[in-house]
């Protein structure tokens, strides 16, 4: 079974204080790796996907990169607007994995005028 | 069009009561998805639709059912619910089942009461 872990749970950050979320992931042949941004009581708002390792996508202050059995997500000085959820999701090719995203359980990240 | 649209934003409903969440999408997607997401933790898939053919359930209740009537369109009706299936109810589509990436709306906030 494809199984996906965040970490860390929270995340406390003082404004232009930069950082890194933990992605790590056991999946059967991943077929991609997703970030999205969770606001409170919102649906998730696609950041980025991720095919291969050694992959790097950036989009303002996030920069995403994928290795062979973990992802990161580093927000560069970041804004008391970057505080969200962020959830990585996989969606692998296996069997029961078909036509789904695993998701993890989100990091909280607060960022501090 | 690039959005996913939710009805209503906010359901309150009685447990005898029968209701219907709405999903529209118009950006030619084949394939749509019900995701259900607790207070903290990630959204969890009930039910997947390929081409308004139901291809994933997810083992959920029966008094939740799905129904695509068109290609831009994702109902799930409600009937008899409990109480912890208080949550918030996620539409997302994408352009094949094996595409990747999802398109999520805002969701529908539900209180069973």
């Known amino acids: 079974e494809d199984q996906v872990t965040q970490s860390p749970e929270a995340l406390r950050l003082q404004e232009g204080e930069s950082s890194s979320l933990n992605c790590s992931y056991t999946?059967?042949?991943?077929?991609?790796l997703f970030w999205y941004r969770q606001d409170p009581g919102k649906g998730p708002e696609f950041l980025f996907t991720?095919?291969?390792a050694g992959e790097e996508k950036e989009k303002e202050r996030l920069k995403a990169t994928l290795t062979k059995k973990e992802s990161f997500l580093h927000i560069t000085a970041p804004k008391p607007e970057d505080s969200a959820t962020y959830l990585c999701?996989?969606?692998?090719?296996?069997?029961?994995?078909?036509?789904?995203?695993?998701f993890g359980q989100g990091t909280i990240l607060t960022v501090h005028p | 069009d690039t959005e996913v649209t939710q009805t209503p934003k906010h359901l309150v409903m009685g447990m005898t009561n029968k209701k219907s969440l709405k999903c529209e999408q118009h950006?030619?997607?084949?394939?749509m998805y019900w995701y259900k997401q607790k207070a903290k933790k990630p959204p969890e898939l009930m039910f997947v639709?390929?081409?308004?053919?139901?291809?994933i359930n997810e083992s959920v209740p029966s008094r939740f059912s799905p129904e695509c009537p068109n290609s831009s369109l994702l109902n799930l009706h409600l009937h008899a619910l409990q109480p912890e299936d208080s949550a918030l109810y996620l539409c997302?589509?994408?352009?094949?089942?094996?595409?990747?990436?999802?398109?999520f709306g805002s969701g529908t906030r539900l209180t069973v009461v």
């Open positions: 950006m030619g997607h084949r394939a």
């Open positions: 999946v059967s042949g991943l077929r991609g």
């Open positions: 639709y390929s081409y308004e053919k139901l291809s």
């Open positions: 997302a589509s994408s352009q094949e089942i094996t595409s990747y990436g999802y398109t």
């Open positions: 999701a996989s969606w692998g090719a296996g069997g029961t994995s078909y036509g789904k995203l695993t």
């Open positions: 991720l095919y291969s």
